[in-house]
Protein backbone atom coordinates (compact mmCIF):
# COMPACT_ATOMS: atom_id res chain seq x y z
CA UNK A 1 0.00 0.00 0.00
CA UNK A 2 1.28 3.34 -1.10
CA UNK A 3 0.00 6.32 0.79
CA UNK A 4 0.18 9.90 -1.18
CA UNK A 5 -0.20 13.26 0.96
CA UNK A 6 -0.84 16.22 -0.99
CA UNK A 7 -0.34 20.00 0.58
CA UNK A 8 -0.23 23.65 -0.81
CA UNK A 9 -3.57 24.40 -1.94
CA UNK A 10 -4.98 28.09 -1.31
CA UNK A 11 -6.53 30.95 -2.64
CA UNK A 12 -4.27 32.75 -5.23
CA UNK A 13 -5.47 36.10 -7.13
CA UNK A 14 -5.24 35.51 -10.75
CA UNK A 15 -1.57 35.62 -12.40
CA UNK A 16 -0.54 34.48 -9.08
CA UNK A 17 1.37 31.04 -8.24
CA UNK A 18 1.11 28.04 -5.94
CA UNK A 19 3.53 24.80 -5.51
CA UNK A 20 1.93 21.98 -4.74
CA UNK A 21 3.85 18.93 -3.14
CA UNK A 22 2.99 15.01 -2.80
CA UNK A 23 4.82 12.98 -0.27
CA UNK A 24 4.82 9.20 -1.40
CA UNK A 25 5.54 6.73 1.48
CA UNK A 26 6.70 4.38 -1.09
CA UNK A 27 10.36 4.19 -2.14
CA UNK A 28 10.91 3.00 -5.83
CA UNK A 29 12.54 3.29 -8.78
CA UNK A 30 9.58 1.89 -10.74
CA UNK A 31 7.17 4.25 -10.06
CA UNK A 32 4.96 6.71 -11.44
CA UNK A 33 3.52 10.20 -10.01
CA UNK A 34 1.12 12.52 -11.67
CA UNK A 35 -1.37 15.31 -10.84
CA UNK A 36 -5.05 15.69 -12.07
CA UNK A 37 -7.95 17.97 -10.91
CA UNK A 38 -11.47 18.22 -11.12
CA UNK A 39 -13.67 21.19 -11.08
CA UNK A 40 -17.23 21.12 -9.33
CA UNK A 41 -19.55 19.83 -12.29
CA UNK A 42 -16.48 18.41 -14.63
CA UNK A 43 -14.54 15.14 -15.15
CA UNK A 44 -11.33 14.28 -13.47
CA UNK A 45 -8.70 15.65 -15.97
CA UNK A 46 -4.89 14.98 -16.45
CA UNK A 47 -2.77 18.15 -15.46
CA UNK A 48 0.89 16.61 -15.15
CA UNK A 49 3.31 13.76 -14.48
CA UNK A 50 6.39 12.37 -13.91
CA UNK A 51 8.17 9.11 -14.84
CA UNK A 52 10.17 8.13 -11.68
CA UNK A 53 12.38 5.77 -14.01
CA UNK A 54 13.98 8.10 -16.31
CA UNK A 55 12.81 11.79 -15.27
CA UNK A 56 10.46 12.33 -18.09
CA UNK A 57 7.90 14.65 -17.33
CA UNK A 58 4.39 15.18 -19.04
CA UNK A 59 1.92 17.74 -19.28
CA UNK A 60 -1.85 18.61 -20.25
CA UNK A 61 -1.48 21.37 -23.40
CA UNK A 62 -3.79 24.16 -20.89
CA UNK A 63 -1.18 24.18 -18.47
CA UNK A 64 2.30 23.48 -20.72
CA UNK A 65 4.58 27.12 -20.28
CA UNK A 66 2.48 27.42 -17.04
CA UNK A 67 2.96 24.56 -14.53
CA UNK A 68 6.45 22.78 -14.19
CA UNK A 69 6.45 18.96 -12.39
CA UNK A 70 9.15 17.47 -10.35
CA UNK A 71 10.50 15.29 -8.30
CA UNK A 72 13.21 15.17 -5.24
CA UNK A 73 13.95 11.50 -5.21
CA UNK A 74 15.65 11.96 -1.53
CA UNK A 75 12.31 13.10 0.04
CA UNK A 76 9.90 10.77 -2.17
CA UNK A 77 8.10 13.84 -3.00
CA UNK A 78 6.36 15.32 -6.29
CA UNK A 79 6.20 19.07 -7.03
CA UNK A 80 3.21 21.05 -9.14
CA UNK A 81 4.87 24.67 -9.47
CA UNK A 82 1.78 26.43 -10.85
CA UNK A 83 2.39 30.25 -12.37
CA UNK A 84 0.57 32.61 -14.06
CA UNK A 85 -2.83 30.93 -12.45
CA UNK A 86 -6.11 31.65 -13.90
CA UNK A 87 -9.75 31.13 -12.72
CA UNK A 88 -10.25 28.31 -15.08
CA UNK A 89 -7.00 26.17 -13.08
CA UNK A 90 -10.08 26.75 -9.34
CA UNK A 91 -10.32 22.80 -8.71
CA UNK A 92 -9.21 19.88 -6.40
CA UNK A 93 -6.22 18.91 -7.18
CA UNK A 94 -5.36 15.21 -6.75
CA UNK A 95 -1.79 13.49 -6.98
CA UNK A 96 -1.93 9.99 -8.23
CA UNK A 97 0.47 7.24 -8.07
CA UNK A 98 1.20 3.86 -10.11
CA UNK A 99 3.93 1.25 -10.08
CA UNK A 100 5.42 0.37 -13.54
CA UNK A 101 8.41 -2.19 -14.52
CA UNK A 102 11.56 -0.65 -13.84
CA UNK A 103 12.91 -0.19 -17.44
CA UNK A 104 9.40 1.55 -18.54
CA UNK A 105 9.80 4.79 -20.24
CA UNK A 106 6.98 6.24 -22.41
CA UNK A 107 7.26 8.40 -25.02
CA UNK A 108 5.04 10.48 -27.50
CA UNK A 109 1.17 11.59 -26.66
CA UNK A 110 -1.18 10.22 -24.28
CA UNK A 111 1.39 8.84 -21.57
CA UNK A 112 0.21 8.73 -18.02
CA UNK A 113 -2.86 10.28 -18.97
CA UNK A 114 -5.48 8.47 -17.85
CA UNK A 115 -6.73 8.59 -14.31
CA UNK A 116 -7.87 4.47 -14.42
CA UNK A 117 -3.90 3.82 -14.90
CA UNK A 118 -2.95 5.25 -11.38
CA UNK A 119 -3.54 3.03 -8.35
CA UNK A 120 -2.89 5.11 -5.47
CA UNK A 121 -4.68 8.57 -4.72
CA UNK A 122 -4.29 11.39 -2.36
CA UNK A 123 -7.08 12.82 -0.31
CA UNK A 124 -6.86 15.82 -2.92
CA UNK A 125 -6.27 20.00 -2.24
CA UNK A 126 -8.03 22.54 -3.03
CA UNK A 127 -6.81 25.13 -5.73
CA UNK A 128 -9.11 28.72 -5.71
CA UNK A 129 -8.17 31.09 -8.18
CA UNK A 130 -10.23 34.63 -7.81
CA UNK A 131 -10.60 36.74 -10.92
Known amino acids: QVHLVESGGGLVQAGGSLRLSCAASARSFSFATGWFRQAPGKEREFVAAINWNDGRTYLADSVKGRFTISRDNAKNTMYLQMDDLNPDDTAVYYC?????????????????????????WGQGTQVTVSS
Open 96 to 120: AGKFQLPDYSCVGYGCYTGADDFDY
